[in-house]
Structures are given as structure tokens and as C-alpha cells.
């Protein structure tokens, strides 16, 4: 069973940054795409940035430019760096690993059981 550990959420105004980080125990994690997730209230969970096992990472556009995924294969964790943050960042973050891009993008309707208990990120001045 693969557990996830999400840190580093909290309260932040409009513009401020904060640095989540995910605790990945499974096996080979180097092997394994990783993927940033969020859900906002009433919203379903989606995408947000994901890096694959060679480096290559993508961003949904509206996180473009302001935030940035790292992976530290050594520590089996995966971080998103987030600057400028917006209200409409606001959202439970999770994180996940999956085989491939496509495996990511299809795991975010994974039911609850599949995820660990997020970091709240809440923008508000």
C-alpha cells in the first residue's frame, strides 16, 4: 500500500509563496511520474503540475509561471513551490504517483482511499 504524506500548507495572502512537500513510501520511486493535485470546495480534484522519471515536468496553465515541481529521488519526495498565490489557488493539495502522464491525469477521479489527508492551502488577505 503506497502512503503519501503532504506538509507544508497553511494561511497566505494574495502574492505570498509556500512550499508543499510529499512523503512518498513505495518502492523504486525514481521509476514513478509524480503528479500535484488540488481540490477546491464543491470542485472536482485536478492536475496541477507533474514530473516525470527523466525530469520533465508540465503545469496546468493558470499555475504556470508561479509555481514549480521538484523531485528528490534520493528522499522518495515530490515538492511544489508555490509563488504569487492567487484566492483561487485555495484548495486541499494532494500528491500521487503513477507509471506515466497518462496515469496521472486518470488518477485524479481515484476515490478517497487513494490519497493521503492533503495540505490545506488557503489565499486570503
Known amino acids: 500500500q503506497v502512503q503519501y504524506v503532504e506538509s507544508g500548507g497553511g494561511l497566505v495572502q494574495p502574492g505570498g509563496s509556500l512550499r508543499l512537500s510529499c512523503e512518498v513510501s513505495?518502492?523504486?520511486?525514481?521509476?514513478?511520474?509524480a503528479g500535484w493535485y488540488r481540490q477546491a470546495p464543491g470542485k472536482q480534484r485536478e492536475l496541477v503540475a507533474s514530473i516525470l522519471k527523466d525530469g520533465d515536468t508540465s503545469y496546468v496553465d493558470n499555475v504556470k509561471g508561479r509555481f514549480t515541481i521538484s523531485r528528490d529521488n534520493a528522499q522518495n519526495t515530490v515538492s511544489l513551490q508555490m509563488n504569487n498565490l492567487k484566492p483561487e489557488d485555495t484548495a486541499v493539495y494532494y500528491c500521487?504517483?503513477?507509471?506515466?502522464?497518462?496515469?496521472?491525469?486518470?488518477?485524479?477521479?481515484?476515490?478517497?482511499?487513494?490519497w493521503g489527508q492533503g495540505a490545506q492551502v488557503t489565499v486570503s488577505s
Open positions: 513505495r518502492a523504486n520511486f525514481s521509476t514513478y511520474a
Open positions: 500521487n504517483t503513477k507509471t506515466s502522464l497518462i496515469g496521472l491525469i486518470t488518477a485524479a477521479s481515484l476515490p478517497i482511499g487513494s
